[in-house]
């Protein structure tokens, strides 16, 4: 029996161990603050705050409070193998599925789509320091206005 904890005592240190690694190695993984005085959003008004968490297992969700300062919350899967998975929430797009491709170590492309069409083309990039993650959001808006947000996020 002693032998038998010990044993999965060492199996749990190890996978504690590989998901630190894990985590590690991906720079987009952690908790992300909006700064709002480098951000830009077309059109706007922008949202009072945001912040995004990013699991290892790439679902990211964000929290904060909309312009009029109404709670929101949404998410989305970023897998990175080009499939379609569907959001969660209100995202401020509309968009109700999300495909994605790693372009580079620090650089994730996404193409979010409303009701099977596209809607917008978001790339989401970690500085080389790994402490500001820049999203930049081009497409349309379910009223057919044109969006092109800039969105910088400080790691907390």
């Known amino acids: ?7 999965l005592a060492v199996i749990f240190l190890a996978m504690a161990a590989g998901g630190l690694v894990l985590a590690q ?6 908790t992300w ?9 077309n059109p706007g008004p922008a949202p009072k705050s945001q912040t995004r968490t990013w699991a290892v297992d790439g679902k990211v969700s964000a929290k904060g409070l909309n312009p009029t300062g109404k709670p929101v919350a949404y998410g989305y899967p970023v897998m990175g193998d080009g499939k379609h998975y569907p959001t969660t929430g209100a995202v401020p ?11 580079d170590a620090n650089t994730i492309e996404a193409n979010f ?8 083309t978001t790339r989401f990039v970690v500085s080389k320091n790994r402490k500001v993650l820049t ?3 081009k497409g349309t ?12 996020l400080d790691k907390q």
């Open 113 to 120: 789509s409303r009701g099977g069409k596209p809607s917008d």
């Open 135 to 137: 999203i930049a959001a």
């Open 141 to 152: 808006l379910p009223d057919g206005k044109l969006l092109d947000d800039l969105l910088v």
């Open 93 to 103: 797009n509309s968009a109700d599925t999300i495909s994605s491709k790693r372009i």
């Open 25 to 30: 190695s991906n720079p987009f993984v952690g």
């Open 1 to 7: 029996m002693k032998r038998l904890l010990t044993l």
């Open 33 to 41: 603050k909006l700064n709002l005085a480098k951000s830009k959003f």
